[in-house]
């Protein structure tokens, strides 16, 4: 063994100690742009439910374990989807939601929540809609179809899916209500509206329905 020997086996050593908490770092980052995604997704949900149900929205929160998280197509891009709830006059209203976060701008897009039902205070289970036969897409039309006659250059109609509610109505009906955007003329903005429906529950028929903007 020569003189260079244990410099040389030291010197390893120093290289192999230095690498080791390499791994540990990238996996730490990788955990915390995970967790500032979900972070900043659930805070952009939130703000889409307040804004969109109002006074109805009183508490918002998230089921943590619910949160998943993925890579999106974009390289910039983190996909998060998870569950939460939130609480109204009426009772507790759980939701689905999807968003995406970009890392480059910190910003978020594609927000989306999906009401999957909720307790009414003092029930012990939610009212579910009979939808054996009739579909909630009936009313929608039914609201297209004022909304042309009302403008009759109206150039696109979308429907919010996600703020469509179902409730029930007197005389076993059921109510049909949510909101969209109209585009009055070819050129023109688009403008929030909304909808309700009263829907015949047996027989499928929309009884009435009215459109504001």
């Known amino acids: 063994m020569t003189m260079n020997q244990p410099l040389t086996f030291a010197l390893a050593a120093a290289i192999v100690s230095c690498?080791?908490?390499v791994p540990a770092m990238a996996a730490a980052d990788t955990k915390s742009d995970a967790a500032k995604a979900g972070d900043r997704c659930e805070e952009a949900v939130a703000e889409t439910v307040r804004r969109m149900r109002g006074r109805d929205a009183q508490e918002v929160e998230f089921v943590?374990?619910?949160r998943a998280i993925a890579p999106a197509p974009d390289a910039d891009e983190t996909g998060v989807k998870g569950e939460g709830r939130y609480r109204s006059p009426g009772g507790t209203m759980s939701f689905s939601y999807?968003?995406?976060?970009?890392?480059?701008?910190?910003g978020t897009s594609g927000v989306m929540f999906r009401e999957t039902g909720g307790t009414r205070s003092g029930s012990g289970a939610a009212w579910e809609p009979d939808l054996t036969h009739f579909s909630p897409e009936a009313c929608e039309t039914a609201a297209a179809s004022q909304l042309k006659q009302k403008y009759p250059r109206v150039g696109r109609i979308a429907f919010g899916s996600d703020s469509r509610q179902l409730r029930p109505a007197a005389d076993a009906h059921t109510s049909v209500e949510g909101q969209g955007a109209v585009q009055r003329a070819p050129?023109?903005?688009?403008?929030?509206?909304?909808?309700?429906?009263?829907?015949?529950?047996?027989?499928?028929k929309v009884?009435?329905?009215?459109t504001q903007d």
Request: hydrophobic share 30%; charged share 20%.
């Open 19 to 21: 690498a080791i908490p």
């Open 64 to 66: 943590g374990a619910k």
């Open 98 to 106: 999807s968003c995406a976060f970009n890392a480059r701008t910190g």
């Open 187 to 204: 050129g023109m903005n688009s403008i929030p509206f909304r909808y309700r429906c009263e829907i015949e529950t047996r027989s499928g």
């Open 207 to 210: 009884v009435s329905v009215t």
